[in-house]
T-cell receptor, first 117, second 115 residues
Framework: EPEVTQTPSHQVTQMGQEVILRCVPI?????FYWYRQILGQKVEFLVSFYNNEISEKSEIFDDQFSVERPDGSNFTLKIRSTKLEDSAMYFC???????????????FGPGTRLTVT | DQQVKQNSPSLSVQEGRISILNCDYTNSMFDYFLWYKKYPAEGPTFLISISSIKDKNEDGRFTVFLNKSAKHLSLHIVPSQPGDSAVYFC??????????????FGTGTRLKVLA
């Protein structure tokens, strides 16, 4: 069964450093998402991406964040200058374009745990 | 501004009994509601969903009920099994400010099914 993969599984970085979190969505999916979950809190929407551009972003997704689909398979989230409060689990998700009973279902990756020290 | 609320952070149920997980929402523009299950160290996994035009959807042991007037939905698991022990997230879909869909998640309910 196709699945969303994410690398690395755990990233430790120092405050102020740049990090890039990588995701490989399911191959025929065309909508891509990043979410984060701070420990013990809810899953928060960050950004959605379709047709090579951001289609929606939350207030969390400020100028320190950017997303890219550099090569048609990877989908990356970059944080330019990490802050302590960026420490969280980051989930990538993808969704099919096609209509169907579960076409609105998002498939999530296993997540990358980002620890900013 | 918590548009999707799961007021019970945890729930314990005996194996074989019914588990009922609740979710309340405030935005009447949500058009789909979804339930996800999450095990530790894994991403959320889709379980079941319901359109806002329906009041019930059933899939095996899982049934979701929607009460639009009360802005409330619930997930019933019957019979509950130890493997159902996980965190359950309620999510709702709505249009974002740029006209595309976005998904709002609740805070989750940790279900523990006791053998």
């Amino acid at each position: 069964e196709p699945e969303v993969t994410q690398t690395p599984s755990h990233q430790v970085t120092q405050m102020g450093q740049e990090v890039i979190l990588r995701c490989v969505p399911i191959s025929n999916h065309l909508y891509f998402y990043w979410y984060r979950q701070i420990l013990g809190q809810k899953v928060e929407f960050l950004v959605s991406f379709y047709n090579n551009e951001i289609s929606e972003k939350s207030e969390i997704f400020d100028d320190q964040f950017s997303v890219e689909r550099p090569d048609g398979s990877n989908f990356t989230l970059k944080i330019r200058s990490t802050k302590l409060e960026d420490s969280a689990m980051y989930f990538c998700a993808s969704r099919s374009l096609h209509r169907g009973p579960n076409s609105y279902e998002q498939y999530f990756g296993p997540g990358t745990r980002l620890t900013v020290t | 501004d918590q548009q999707v609320k799961q007021n019970s952070p945890s729930l314990s149920v005996q194996e074989g009994r019914i588990s009922i997980l609740n979710c309340d929402y405030t935005n009447s523009m949500f058009d789909y509601f979804l339930w996800y299950k999450k095990y530790p160290a894994e991403g959320p996994t889709f379980l079941i969903s319901i359109s806002s035009i329906k009041d019930k959807n059933e899939d095996g042991r899982f049934t979701v009920f929607l009460n639009k007037s009360a802005k409330h939905l619930s997930l019933h698991i019957v019979p509950s099994q130890p493997g159902d022990s996980a965190v359950y997230f309620c999510a709702a879909r709505t249009f974002g400010s740029s006209g595309t869909y976005k998904y709002i998640f609740g805070t989750g309910t940790r279900l523990k099914v006791l053998a």
